[in-house]
């Protein structure tokens, strides 16, 4: 009885993991599905006449007469600017890289190749849709960070999304309770869409250029993910 009440557990813990990682797999496809859509969508919006939903939010986020004065308490433009930097290529590429020394010490390699592809990747692709839309930067208030690149997408929010998520993934697969993977994927959901606001905030962004970015970001992260699953699960 005790052999076949031990098989029974196991048995259902292989099928737990099972309808686990096949909801998984959905979930990312659901993400990779509607990130291509969204972008399209976002695209049709950012072309809409003259701009006339990107220059309404950024008007809503300055006082009214005074479009270099951010509404609310100064401290929101301060913690912006710190905010923001998580979103830029020095920070997430030294994340990326400790992430990818960790996971070459714990030989991890289906892991490693997922870092290595997906935040370099993500990285070339952005460089090449900036080059390709070649996007002013907004004129409409002052700039409250240094910019030197084209706007559309906004490269912290794509990053942000594909480096957040992709950690998020990976640290969620290994948490064992379903309230643990809830945490993890909030916080990287929260990180991302920190980052990508404090763009808008400080007037060097497009709202479109971080929609953009957020929807191509989640996209490409959960492309790279589904990718890595196929190759490791062949058949």
């Not at 659901?30 to 990130?35: E, Q």
């Not at 479109?208 to 990718?227: E, I, Q």
Request: aromatic letters at 6%; a positive charge.
């Amino acid at each position: 009885m005790a052999e076949i009440a031990a098989s029974r557990s196991g048995l259902l813990h292989r099928i737990g993991r099972f309808a686990l990682g096949q909801g998984a797999a959905l979930a990312a496809l659901a993400v990779l599905a509607s990130g291509l859509l969204g972008f399209a969508a976002v695209l049709d919006l950012a072309e809409d006449g003259p701009r006339r939903f990107d220059e309404a939010v950024l008007r809503a986020l300055r006082h009214p007469g005074q479009p270099d004065l951010p509404i609310g308490p100064a401290w929101l433009t301060v913690a912006a600017r710190e905010v923001t930097a998580l979103g830029s290529i020095p920070v997430l590429g030294l994340l990326g890289l400790l992430a990818l020394g960790y996971l070459l010490l714990d030989r991890r390699w289906r892991a490693v190749l997922l870092m290595a592809v997906s935040l370099p990747g993500g990285l070339l692709l952005n460089t090449l849709l900036k080059g390709v839309f070649d996007r002013p930067r907004p004129d409409l208030v002052p700039r409250l960070a240094e910019v030197q690149t084209a706007s559309f997408p906004s490269g912290h929010a794509m990053l942000a999304a594909i480096a957040y998520l992709t950690l998020g993934a990976l640290l969620a697969a290994g948490a064992r309770r379903r309230r643990h993977r809830a945490y993890i994927i909030t916080a990287a959901v929260v990180l991302t869409l920190l980052v990508g606001g404090s763009r808008v905030w400080l007037g060097v962004h497009w709202p479109t250029d971080v929609l953009a970015g957020w929807c191509l970001g989640a996209a490409w992260a959960m492309g790279c993910w589904l990718a890595l699953r196929r190759w490791r699960r062949p058949g």
